[in-house]
């Protein structure tokens, strides 16, 4: 996204962390606020994923329709607070904001200022805590020294499965992870041969808007290679 440029944080208020204002700030048990939240705040389709896990460590992500922009780690403080430092292709990135209870449903609130402003985004939680915000069935095609289709599942607790459509090699068993982040990592093993042929795939999974993309490359064990890319089936 050409114009999004570095996004500087916006210090959430007092009034949005739980315990703020009133009688003063209390202390809140952060892992009532595990799991994972997301949301679109542009016309672009730039999105945000904060994974939260249940000791307070929080993971911020912001990607859109070319991949992940920049990626970065911060904490839940007592009060609910959330505090990220990022970084990544875009530049470096600062995040604030804070979580509340609507009712039993845990809900983020997120400040970001800059090129692009977005001022009290609502994240609400897409998923529990420990399982991947990527689960979900993908299609792709794959290209280079040669070309083919692949399908694959990726499960909630980051295994995949799949098979990938080899024009040389035939249905090749296609296995490995996707992490939390979407980093992706599997290999591709052929049914005959001694050794059987393999392929290593390694990627990057990323939300654009509502949709999720997979994209990266491929090296064969026999020689050659190339890229490959899919989208959520």
Do not use: K
Not at 54 to 65: F, M, N, R
């Amino acid at each position: 996204m050409s114009s999004l440029r570095t996004l500087v944080a916006v210090a959430c208020t007092a009034g949005l962390a739980l315990g703020c204002g009133g009688g003063g700030g209390g202390s809140v048990d952060s892992s009532a606020f595990a799991g994972s939240y997301r949301a679109a705040f542009d016309r672009a389709g730039t999105h945000v994923l904060v994974l939260t896990d249940s000791t307070g460590g929080v993971e911020v992500t912001l990607s859109d329709d070319t991949g992940v922009l920049a990626f970065g780690t911060g904490t839940v403080a007592g009060s609910g607070v959330v505090s990220a430092a990022l970084s990544g292709r875009i530049g470096s990135v600062s995040a604030g904001g804070a979580y509340s209870l609507i009712g039993e449903e845990p809900r983020l609130t997120l400040d970001l200022a800059g090129a692009v402003s977005a001022v009290g985004l609502s994240l609400t939680r897409t998923g529990s805590p420990g399982l991947n915000p990527f689960a979900a069935a993908y299609v792709g095609t794959y290209q280079g020294s040669e070309s083919g289709t692949w399908d694959a599942f990726v499960e909630t607790g980051n295994r995949v499965t799949g098979v990938v459509r080899s024009p040389l090699f035939g249905t090749m068993t296609l296995s490995g992870r996707v992490d939390s982040r979407g980093q992706a990592t599997w290999t591709a093993v052929g049914a005959s041969g001694a050794p059987p042929p393999t392929m290593t795939w390694t990627g990057q999974f990323s939300f654009t808007g509502d949709d999720v993309r997979a994209e990266g490359t491929w090296i064969g064990s026999t020689g050659g290679g190339g890229g490959w890319s899919g989208r959520r089936d």
